[in-house]
């Protein structure tokens, strides 16, 4: 079954450097969402993107996020400068069209020193 | 806004035994319901969904009824597995509307004792 691939796992930054987290989702899919989960808390969402721009965006997605859909295949979302509370687990999620359901990638943990 | 309340957890049972884990959502319009479910280490899967009042999602022994009267969705399974040690999110969203970003509950520890 086709899935949603998240890299790096882990990763681990110090504060105020930047970090891109990256996902390549299924390939068939045009709807992509990132959601992210800090430990112990429930998953929020942050931004969600079609047809080459934001459909919507959380309050938490302000102007230290990016996202973008560099070629056919990876999206990526980009803090621009870390804070120890973007410490989180990063989901990525794609959908096809409409009736089919989000499909969730493993997650990045992002560990702000 | 949207809400999604679920029984807070962790819930510890034996193998075998009959589970329930409560969830009730607050929601405009006629939203989609979703459980998910993440095992140990991994990421989140869907695990049912029900798209309309007094549909039952079911799948892998686990069942759920989208009760727009007591704007619940329940989750249920007669016979609980160790290999059903998970965290458990009740979900909600407008999809398949425009609005289609998921709103999750806090999630629900489970443990199973063989």
């Known amino acids: 079954e086709p899935e949603v691939t998240q890299t790096p796992s882990h990763q681990v930054t110090q504060m105020g450097q930047e970090v891109i987290l990256r996902c390549v989702p299924i390939s068939n899919h045009l709807y992509f969402y990132w959601y992210r989960q800090i430990l112990g808390q429930k998953v929020e969402f942050l931004v969600s993107?079609?047809?080459?721009?934001?459909?919507?965006k959380s309050e938490i997605f302000d102007d230290q996020f990016s996202v973008e859909r560099p070629d056919g295949s990876n999206f990526t979302l980009k803090i621009r400068s870390t804070k120890l509370e973007d410490s989180a687990m990063y989901f990525c999620a794609s959908r096809g069209t409409a009736g089919q359901p989000q499909h969730f990638g493993d997650g990045t943990r992002l560990s702000i020193l | 806004g949207n809400s999604v309340t679920q029984m807070e957890g962790p819930v510890t049972l034996s193998e075998e035994a009959f589970l329930t884990i409560n969830c009730t959502y607050t929601?405009?319009?006629?939203?989609?319901l979703f459980w998910y479910v993440q095992y140990p280490g991994e990421g989140l899967q869907l695990l049912l969904k029900?798209?309309?009042?007094?549909d039952k999602g079911s799948n892998k022994g686990f069942e759920a009824t989208y009760r727009k009267e007591t704007t619940s969705f329940h989750l249920e399974k007669g016979s609980v597995q160790v290999s059903d040690s998970a965290v458990y999110f009740c979900?909600?969203?407008?999809?398949?509307?425009?609005?289609?970003?998921?709103?999750f509950g806090k999630g629900t520890r489970l443990h199973i004792l063989p």
């Open positions: 029900a798209t309309k009042a007094d």
């Open positions: 979900a909600l969203s407008g999809y398949p509307s425009r609005d289609d970003k998921i709103i």
């Open positions: 993107f079609y047809n080459n721009e934001i459909s919507e």
């Open positions: 929601a405009t319009g006629y939203p989609s």
